[in-house]
């Protein structure tokens, strides 16, 4: 009961990093394709604004996913970050990257410079969520053996399953923020960016349902295990779930109802993280090592979940408190578009 | 402010002489009593306006 | 500590062996990726206390320059609070990707603690997005409020990792049967003897580093004539800070010296490089240890003191390293090195803090005399260089430990090859990183 419990809370935490975590990956996509002065300044300060109060407490959820996994299943921890080290080498030079650079371009005082940040910014934005999801892929096809990097370093992680999942998380993570910034660019009264947002909320929509479609065929042969656990029982209602609640937040974009979007596209990668789970289920790694075997004894767990809920009691009002007064307006800063350098363009214009 | 000189002696005298529990934990008490104290002391608002009068004839070039 | 070394011939790898480990290669990672992190921890732990006092003295005064000084630091901490997010991260990371057998075989017995460090610093980057984004647009006082959070968080953060990292040099709450870890016991773990003195000494150094570092910046515009109350302010603030707790900084500098006498000899032994054990040990400044000769040469020796340092009695028994196998003793060199710098250092911050409260308490204000100001300058950088030295002295001084005396840290290294490469992007990575920070922080400085 226990493991289960332990794992499930993991299952939240990946969910929470992916819909929140991706939706600011995918703004750094978004933010890369957002195009010269004019055009792209207004969806630039777009994204600034969205982004800048909770971009860090996004990244928090991919710690708790670490520290949960390492205290309660550790030997599968072990495993998992010494056969995948360099995807998830990557993920964390990406990290720093992805994260010094939206601190730092606010501060960039040439068009190259802000280009540079920019283009560094965005090119980590897309490396995360791919190797994050080659990663899992690797996990999830049974190439991450117990023991101190048993499996193989490459194509543990670039394989077929690997590299499909992979791109199925970059182009969800720029899903996510195109439904979030056209519900964000609504509240904020910007309708020339509601439509901007939710063109790009569509195509990439669209994308994304034809690659898992795809997806589904590439496991098929390449991991039919994983394949079989997400075609029946608990993992292809998982699936079903998933595909239906994409498909309703299409749905939902194209009717303009920007904020119940996000919620249902929130629930189809719950959808799909849940059914990750259940593919693999009893396997934490898949072919050998079952939940219970991994788990560690009982003392750890309840201590991780007395630990996370005492944690929580000051956590979650803490949460509440930032996400309400984000929505109410109250730590919005000005919007304003912004060139390439991240400097107002009307501050621009006024300069002789 | 013979509180404050107080105060940081007696901290080290009780962590420096002795070696129980007790004596750490109200020797720290006392030392940071003094940092604590101290700041609020030395970074008094009243304190800093009136250094502006102690400044009026600095230099304030050269040097 | 016979019990101690039994356990470790016995202690099996979880993850079973690997291939020839790149430990080295594994260890510099590490330290470098820790050298990085840990002066951000500083400003985490120090500046949030810093800025909510400036700010209190708004609340008081009324007084806008007080608030402007109060905003700019906050905007500055948040910055260096987003960079110290990123480079904790990549120790995370680290953990799993340098240690795996470490991280395995123990996870289940202090990774408690990071989940509730993970709470901690989750709470301090809410309430410092709240702070910074809040500023005119909360009531002022539910402003003031939404710091205290920011500095109680930066506290438990500092409490929950450096628990660890106690646990690591005073091993409890599990037991080793059949070379495997069972019944780990994570709250006893956790509240271990050895993290106290840790734990205060690394609070103390984030106020230290922290009042220095920024002390020095506002000494500059001091040196170059600015002495508006703006600047004023931020240096009577900031040194007030540093400046008191340097002193005391010294006094838990002796505690943990004695506390490390008791539970980690071996480590003392090589602070002095002293080899035989002995009654009135000697304690020799300066010199370097010769491996061969096993003696320290060079050295000025004065006769009693490290007895007197480390257990306050000139006549004192003072283990030597002779009381190992020489595959268990740790670096001399490296040790000793590192050591005397941090105590150089902190002798000099101390007497520099003392000129300071001097200074106030006959005159009640600041020194006037540039040399004061060039020392605070100077004493920045120093407090970070000092910081580093204490690290280094505490975690090369475990060696060749990871858990002491029950984990070898090359059992706990990742089997995966390749190292160098790692090693080598993430030199470039932080080359890059440090670069992008020090020329955003030159920028905001100019904008005054």
């Known amino acids: 009961m226990l493991p289960g419990v332990c794992l499930a809370l993991v299952m939240v935490g990946l969910t929470a990093y992916a819909v929140l975590g991706s939706a600011d990956f995918g703004a750094g996509f978004w933010d890369l394709t957002a195009g010269g002065d004019r055009r792209g300044g207004r969806v630039r300060g777009m994204i600034q604004r969205s982004m800048a109060p909770v971009w860090e407490a996004n990244h928090v959820w991919l710690i708790f996913v670490l520290v949960v996994v390492w205290t309660a299943f550790p030997v599968a921890f072990g495993s998992i970050f010494s056969t995948l080290a360099v995807p998830l080498f990557l993920a964390a030079l990406g990290i720093i990257f992805r994260g010094a650079a939206f601190a730092l371009r606010g501060q960039a005082a040439t068009i190259r410079e802000a280009r540079t940040l920019g283009a560094l910014f965005a090119s980590a934005s897309v490396l995360i969520p791919f190797c994050l999801g080659a990663a899992i892929g690797g996990i999830a096809s049974g190439r991450v053996p117990v023991g101190n990097a048993a499996g193989d370093p490459w194509s543990s992680w670039l394989n077929p399953t690997s590299v499909l999942i992979g791109a199925i998380g970059v182009v969800t993570g720029a899903h996510l923020s195109a439904v979030f910034l056209a519900g964000d660019s609504r509240r904020a009264g910007l309708e020339d960016l509601v439509a901007a947002f939710r063109a790009r909320a569509l195509g990439s929509g669209v994308l994304a349902g034809v690659l898992a479609l795809a997806g589904l065929l590439v496991v098929r042969s390449d991991a039919r295990e994983l394949f079989d656990g997400l075609t029946s029982g608990a993992g292809l209602a998982c699936v079903l779930v998933s595909g239906a609640a994409g498909v309703g937040t299409l749905a939902l974009v194209a009717a303009g109802r920007h904020e119940p979007a996000r919620y249902v596209a929130a629930l189809s990668v719950a959808a799909i993280v849940a059914g990750w789970a259940f593919a693999q289920s009893p396997h934490v790694l898949p072919p050998d090592l079952t939940l219970d075997e991994a788990a560690a004894p009982d003392a750890t767990l309840a201590a991780v979940l007395a630990g996370l809920g005492v944690g929580a009691l000051i956590l979650v009002p803490s949460l509440v408190l930032l996400y309400r007064l984000v929505l109410r307006g109250v730590l919005d800063q000005r919007f304003e578009p912004l060139d390439q350098r991240f400097t107002p363009l009307d501050r621009e214009e006024r300069r002789p | ?63 | 500590m016979a019990a101690g070394l039994v356990v470790a011939q016995a202690l099996s790898d979880t993850l079973g062996g690997g291939s020839q480990p790149d430990l080295l290669e594994a260890r510099q990672m590490q330290a470098l990726s820790l050298a990085v992190h840990i002066p951000l921890v500083c400003f985490g732990i120090a500046f949030p206390a810093m800025f909510l006092f400036v700010e209190g003295l708004y609340l008081r005064t009324g007084d806008e320059t007080f608030k402007r000084l109060a905003t700019k630091w906050s905007k500055v901490a948040l910055t260096l609070f987003a960079v110290g997010v990123v480079t904790g991260m990549i120790l995370s990371f680290e953990f799993g990707l340098l240690w795996p057998d470490f991280m395995a075989t123990f996870g289940n017995v202090f990774g408690i603690a990071f989940a509730l460090e993970g709470i901690s610093f989750f709470v301090e980057a809410i309430f410092i997005a709240i702070y910074v984004y809040g500023w005119q647009r909360l009531s002022p006082r539910a402003h003031f409020l939404t710091g205290v959070p920011v500095v109680i968080s930066g506290f438990a953060g500092s409490f929950n990792v450096i628990a660890v990292n106690g646990w690591m040099n005073d091993p409890q709450g599990f037991d080793v049967v059949g070379g495997r870890v069972t019944d780990p016991r994570p709250w006893d773990a956790l509240i271990n003897d050895a993290m106290w003195h840790e734990l205060i000494h690394m609070y103390l150094a984030g106020y230290i580093v922290t009042g220095f570092i920024v002390a020095g910046v506002y000494s500059v515009a001091w040196l170059r004539g600015r002495r508006d109350a703006y600047v004023r302010t931020a240096l009577v603030v900031t040194l007030s800070f540093a400046c008191l707790a340097a002193p005391v900084q010294i006094i838990v500098g002796d505690w943990a010296a004695r506390s490390v006498t008791e539970r980690q000899p071996v480590k003392l032994a090589a602070f002095e490089g002293l080899v035989e054990t002995e009654k009135g040990a000697p304690f020799t400044i300066g010199g370097v240890f010769d491996e061969d000769e096993q003696r320290v040469r060079w050295g000025i020796e004065v006769p009693h003191l490290l007895s007197l340092l480390a257990r306050h009695d000139l006549n004192a028994e003072i283990t030597g390293l002779e009381s190992v196998p020489p595959e268990d003793r740790p670096p001399v060199n490296v040790v000793r090195f590192a050591f005397q710098t941090m105590v150089a250092i902190g002798t000099f911050l101390a007497m520099l803090g003392a000129v300071f409260f001097v200074t106030w308490l006959r005159l009640r204000r600041l020194p006037h005399s540039r040399w004061f100001y060039r020392a605070v300058v100077a004493a920045g950088p120093l407090a970070l260089v000092a910081l580093i030295a204490g690290w280094i002295t505490t975690e090369v001084g475990r060696q060749p430990w990871i858990v002491y005396e029950v984990m070898r840290t090359e059992q706990a290294v990742t089997a995966a090859d390749g190292l160098e490469v790692g090693y080598a992007a993430l030199v470039a990575v932080y080359l890059v990183l440090g670069s992008g920070v020090f020329w955003m922080l030159r920028r905001l400085a100019r904008q005054g």
């Open chain 2, 1 to 63: 402010m013979r509180w404050l000189l107080a105060a940081f002696v007696a901290g080290v005298v009780l962590m420096v002489a002795f070696e129980h529990v007790v004596t750490r934990v109200l020797g720290l008490l006392c030392l940071f009593g003094f940092i604590v104290g101290g700041v609020f002391l030395i970074a008094d608002p009243v304190a800093l306006g009136k250094q502006e009068e102690g400044m009026a004839d600095e230099p304030r070039t050269g040097g």
